[in-house]
């Protein structure tokens, strides 16, 4: 079955730039969207955007202004890049797919938190 | 942006007990509305799909229900393994996805 894993620094300064990567095992990243999801600490859930397997994206609107969702099909991965983060962007980190964007959330990496501060 | 509602935002129960939540949206998202149970330190796990497909592994207590606006999730009879938060989430609008704010259910 598909697993995913995320994978990145846990902590980034402010005004930096936040990268993560998940990658996919158990399965082809091949014709599914995959999306990144955070969770600041005692807080619910954002969803940040998505990617199709061939590149094409979709954001939250608002985040869209700094954030970049890319995908390495070589790989089996795709990444995440936040730009000039804030201490308001520390959050557990999770990747996850969606078959359609339709859909909905399944499987989900286990999550990563990412601090920011200096 | 849709928003999403849930309803109450807590809620505290004993095993046993039926227990319903709501999750409203601001507009019509016909049936594209899931349901996840969230556990401490844990990611997020998808329950049901599509209003009211139970996934492959869930226990039959967990059930959801609507369309449109208004759906709810219930679980008929509540085991220790429940007390969780949970979250719904919209499909509809695929270039704005959006959650409620969730709902954290304890023991009483």
């Known amino acids: 079955q598909v697993q995913l894993q995320e994978s990145g620094p846990g902590l980034v300064k402010p005004s930096e730039t936040l990268s993560l990567t998940c990658t996919v095992s158990g399965g082809s990243i091949s014709s599914y969207y995959w999306s990144w999801i955070r969770q600041p600490p005692g807080k619910g859930l954002e969803w940040i955007g998505y990617i199709f397997y061939s590149g094409s994206t979709n954001y939250n609107p608002s985040l869209k202004s700094r954030v970049a969702i890319s995908v390495d099909t070589s790989k089996n991965q795709f990444s995440l890049n936040l730009r000039s983060v804030t201490a308001a962007d520390t959050a557990v980190y999770y990747c996850?797919?969606?078959?359609?964007?339709?859909?909905?959330?399944?499987?989900w990496g286990q999550g990563t938190l990412v601090t920011v501060s200096s | 942006d849709i928003q999403m509602t849930q309803s109450p935002s807590s809620l505290s129960a004993s095993v046993g007990d039926r227990v319903t939540i709501t999750c409203r949206a601001s507009q019509s998202i016909s049936t594209y509305l899931n349901w996840y149970q969230q556990k401490p330190g844990r990611a997020p796990k998808l329950l049901i799909s599509?209003?009211?497909s139970l996934q492959s592994g869930v226990p039959s207590r967990f059930s959801g229900s609507g369309s449109g606006t208004d759906f709810t999730l219930t679980i008929s009879s509540l085991q220790p393994e429940d007390f969780a938060t949970y979250y719904c989430q919209q499909s509809y609008s695929t270039l704005a996805i959006t959650f409620g704010q969730g709902t954290r259910l304890e023991i009483k």
């Open positions: 996850a797919r969606l078959p359609t964007t339709r859909d909905w959330f399944d499987p």
């Open positions: 599509a209003a009211s």
